[in-house]
Every structure is written in structure tokens, then in C-alpha cells.
Nanobody, 121 residues
């Protein structure tokens, strides 16, 4: 019923930039918060950034000032602009969207399959 398709990952040198995108499609009635999480090898998944339907934004301390989250409601897409990338940003990045499916009353969390970001020289 709902698909989240991520794109934009890859290999980048330290100090470089990448832009991730996540597009939601399917039988969607409404979208609440949209966000990005990441999971590095051997570590737990952690919140990177989240943006609410009202435009409120929160960032992890480790990325504040370097990453920018934004959304295009018409395209049902969330973006993550990542600048000044560091080797410690290397991880699989997952899109997370809190949305309501047509015909349902309650919202649910949906996850993308993840896109790998590798920061290395």
C-alpha cells in the first residue's frame, strides 16, 4: 500500500556533500512527521533529523549545523542535505515517515530500505 524510495547515497570524501531523497507513494491520506535515521556498523539506529507537518525541525547534536532536512509536501518527499561530511557519518541512512493510509484512522510509521553513505578518502 505504501512505498518509501530512498536515493542519493554513495561514496564521498571527507568534507564533501550528499543529498538524500525519500519519496512516499501509495494510498496515503496524510503525512505527519518525516525524518532520517542512520545505523553505523555495530551501532544502534539513531535519529539524524526530523521535520513535522508544521515545519518544526530537530537535529541530532552530531549533525546540527552541517545537515539540513526539508520536505516537499506536494511531492510527498523528504530531503537531507549533508555538508561537511565526516568519516563518522558513514552509515546506512533510513527514511522514516509517520503517515495515515486511506481508509484507516490512525497513523503508522513506515521505513525505507536504507541507502548507504560512505565517507572516506
Amino acid at each position: 500500500q505504501v512505498q518509501l524510495v530512498e536515493s542519493g547515497g554513495g561514496l564521498v570524501q571527507p568534507g564533501g556533500s550528499l543529498r538524500l531523497s525519500c519519496a512516499a507513494s501509495g494510498s496515503i491520506s496524510s503525512i505527519n512527521a518525516m525524518g532520517w535515521y542512520r545505523q553505523a556498523p555495530g551501532k544502534q539506529r539513531e535519529l539524524v533529523a526530523v521535520i513535522t507537518s508544521g515545519g518544526s525541525i530537530n537535529y541530532a547534536d552530531s549533525v546540527a549545523g552541517r545537515f539540513t532536512i526539508s520536505r516537499d509536501n506536494a511531492k510527498k518527499t523528504v530531503y537531507l542535505q549533508m555538508n561537511s561530511l565526516k568519516p563518522e557519518d558513514t552509515a546506512v541512512y533510513y527514511c522514516n515517515v509517520d503517515l495515515t493510509v486511506i481508509g484507516y484512522w490512525h497513523a503508522m510509521d513506515y521505513w525505507g530500505k536504507g541507502t548507504l553513505v560512505t565517507v572516506s578518502s
